[in-house]
Structure formats: structure tokens, C-alpha cells
């Protein structure tokens, strides 16, 4: 399959309480290097054609002024916790300028979730001006959004089944603690590799640094990158020192061309 070249711009790459956190005086949390203040982990992926998000996190509104999105052909969701949710009503912006209802692609769970979050968005009878949603039922089924070819991953957060993505050479995986050897197959080949990694200490639903860095080392992905990452991980140029080579601590406004 032909796949276009990609841009990717990490919108945020915090953990669910972003950096910092609401009262925390941590030295991560009072940092002044701009790479030490993360808002809810998201990407966005963009063709020249296609421009995707992946996740609506509460901070989805500013997210896209910051990295000025001004076209957005679709969301994509990877599981329904409310740092990967809470922004979609923001998306009634794009509603009214591209005067269309807004495609989300998500899993059944996620589904779910949505409907009960978002009940008044798919109402019958819907109050005017509330967002226009398009639901998009996906599975494990490989998939495609304009030119951007799309295979889910099913990975594991505690019990709850997440989708990572697979786009073409690039491959996005957050909130997991484990992946099955068959999905790992799915990923094997990729040239850069995106991962949770919490912090250094257990974690009972994400990945630790160590285990995020082993999983890389398992697939001999070249590139990585680490993402969802708490204050507790550390700051940003020590921990990114510590790293084997090839492997990166993401930050909010990163950008990765993938060919
Ligand atoms: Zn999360
Ligand atoms: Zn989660």
C-alpha cells in the first residue's frame, strides 16, 4: 500500500493531569523550559490532503489554536477516559466553518462512553449549536480517512482494551501497560514508534520508562518517542539524557516527518 508523507505534531503529551498539576511545586512542575509543560496527550497527523487528531483531550480547544488547525478532516479516539475525551465539544468550531458534522472514529467502548458523555450531542431532538457528530464505528479492521491509511492496535490499560494506531511507517500507542505478541506484529517494521511512559516507578495501567523502553527494544523499532508523561518522570533535558539512542521524551509542539 502507498502511503503518503506525513507530519505529525504532538499537541500534548502529559499525563491526565497535565504539567504541571494544579498545585504541585514539584521542580518539574516549576520548571521553566517550555519542554517541561505538557497538556493531555494527543497528536495530530496530517497528509498533504488529510489533517486527523488523534483524541479530543480537555486542552483540545487551546491545542488547536496553538498549533493553529484551521482544517480538520476527522477525530480518531484510542479509549474513553476523560483525558482523551473531555475536549470534544470544541469541536463544534470546525462544525460551523466546514459546515459539516465532524467524523469520530471510534471502538465500541469508546462508543459507549461517548453516547454517555456526549448524550446531548446525538439526541434526537438536539439543542441548536451543539456539536455535529458523525460516528464512525471501527474495529480491528484495517481502515482509511482520505489518503491516510489507518491499522488498529489493540493494546491493554489494566483491563481495558485501548487502540494504538498504525500509520503507514509511524506507529502511536498511548495508555497501555502491555501488548499481545500478535499486535506487537503489527507494529514491527515501523521506523518511529510513539509509547506511553509514565514515570520511572510502577505503574498499574501505563507503561514505566524502563518497560516503555524495552517494548521499543523488542520491536528494534530505529525511532521512538515517549509520551503521557507525568511530573514525576523527571525533567525533560536530565531524563532525555538518560535514553538509549534513537529514543525520545516527546514535548508538546514536536514536530515528526514520517516517509
Ligand atoms: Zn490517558
Ligand atoms: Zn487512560
Known amino acids: 500500500m502507498q502511503h503518503p508523507p506525513l507530519k505529525i505534531t504532538f499537541l500534548g503529551t502529559g499525563t491526565s493531569t497535565g504539567i504541571p ?25 496530517e497528509s498533504a490532503t488529510t489533517t486527523i487528531v488523534v483524541d ?49 472514529y ?21 439543542y441548536p449549536g451543539v456539536p455535529n457528530l458523525d460516528l464512525k464505528p471501527i474495529t480491528l479492521e ?44 503489527k507494529i514491527r517494521g515501523s521506523k518511529t514508534v510513539v509509547l506511553n511512559a509514565l514515570r520511572k516507578e510502577d505503574h498499574i495501567s501505563h507503561f514505566t520508562l524502563g518497560e516503555a523502553i524495552k517494548t521499543v527494544q523488542g520491536l528494534a523499532a530505529p525511532t521512538a518517542y515517549f509520551t503521557h508523561i507525568s511530573h514525576q518522570l523527571g525533567l525533560h533535558h536530565v531524563t532525555e539524557k538518560e535514553l538509549p539512542a534513537g529514543m525520545h521524551l516527546a514535548y508538546d509542539g514536536l514536530v515528526v516527518h514520517v516517509a
Open 106 to 126: 471510534a471502538n465500541d467502548l469508546t462508543t459507549e462512553g461517548l453516547l454517555r458523555e456526549f448524550g446531548y450531542a446525538f439526541a434526537q431532538k438536539r
Open 21 to 45: 498539576m494544579i498545585g504541585c511545586h514539584c521542580a518539574v512542575c516549576t520548571s521553566t523550559d517550555g519542554r517541561d509543560k505538557r497538556l493531555r496527550t494527543s497528536i495530530l497527523v
Open 56 to 104: 479530543t483531550t480537555p486542552d483540545f480547544r487551546y491545542q488547536m489554536l496553538r498549533a493553529k488547525v484551521e482544517k480538520l478532516d476527522a477525530v480518531l479516539f484510542t479509549h474513553p477516559h476523560k483525558d482523551h475525551i473531555a475536549g470534544l465539544d470544541d469541536v463544534r468550531a470546525f462544525n460551523f466553518f466546514q459546515h459539516r458534522a465532524m467524523p469520530i
Open 142 to 185: 484495517p481502515f482509511a480517512i482520505g489518503d491516510i491509511f489507518i491499522t488498529p492496535i489493540l493494546v491493554w490499560h489494566l483491563k481495558m482494551p485501548v487502540f494504538g494506531f498504525r500509520f503507514g511507517p509511524f506507529t502511536y500507542i498511548t495508555d497501555a501497560n502491555r501488548i499481545d505478541d500478535s499486535e506487537l506484529d
